[in-house]
C-alpha cells in the first residue's frame, strides 16, 4: 500500500532545532514535488513549504522563508524529504504534514497556498513548542 510517512515531530523548546522527516512506502518520490503543511489547533492547514522532485527549486510561505528549509536527498534508492525548522517557535506548534504531488518537471514546485492535486498524503507529526 502506497503511504507517506512523516516523522521527527515532538515536543522542543523555544529556539531550538528541529528536523521533520517524509518517507514514501510502497511508491518512489523520483517523481514527486513535495509540500508541506501544518494544521494547529483550531487554524485552517496552511502550506508552509514545497520542493521540486529535483530539489533545485523550493518556495516558502513568506512568514517562515527565514527559519524554515526544505530538502530532499536520496540515499540507496530512497528518497528523504526534510522540512527543517531554526529556531522554533511557540506559533510553530501543530500537526505537520507532507504531501506528493506527481511532477513532470524537474523544478516545478506546487502552489503552497492551496492542497488541492496532491497525490498522497501522510498521517502528520505533532510538533509541540513550549518551555
Known amino acids: 500500500q502506497a503511504q507517506l510517512v512523516e516523522s521527527g515531530g515532538g515536543w522542543v523548546q523555544p529556539g531550538e532545532f528541529l528536523r521533520l522527516s517524509c518517507t514514501a512506502s510502497?511508491?518512489?518520490?523520483?517523481?514527486?514535488?513535495i509540500g508541506w503543511f501544518r494544521q494547529a489547533p483550531g487554524k485552517e492547514r496552511e502550506g508552509v513549504a514545497c520542493i521540486s522532485k529535483s530539489g533545485r527549486s523550493t518556495n516558502y510561505a513568506p512568514y517562515v522563508r527565514s527559519r524554515f528549509l526544505a530538502e530532499r536527498y536520496k540515499i540507496e534508492d530512497t528518497v528523504t524529504v526534510y522540512l527543517q525548522i531554526n529556531p522554533v517557535k511557540a506559533e510553530d506548534t501543530a500537526v505537520y504534514f507532507c504531501a506528493a504531488m506527481k511532477s513532470y518537471r524537474d523544478s516545478w514546485v506546487p502552489p503552497l497556498q492551496s492542497g488541492a492535486g496532491y497525490n498522497y498524503w501522510g498521517q502528520g507529526t505533532q510538533v509541540t513548542v513550549s518551555l
Open positions: 510502497g511508491f518512489s518520490l523520483d517523481d514527486y514535488a
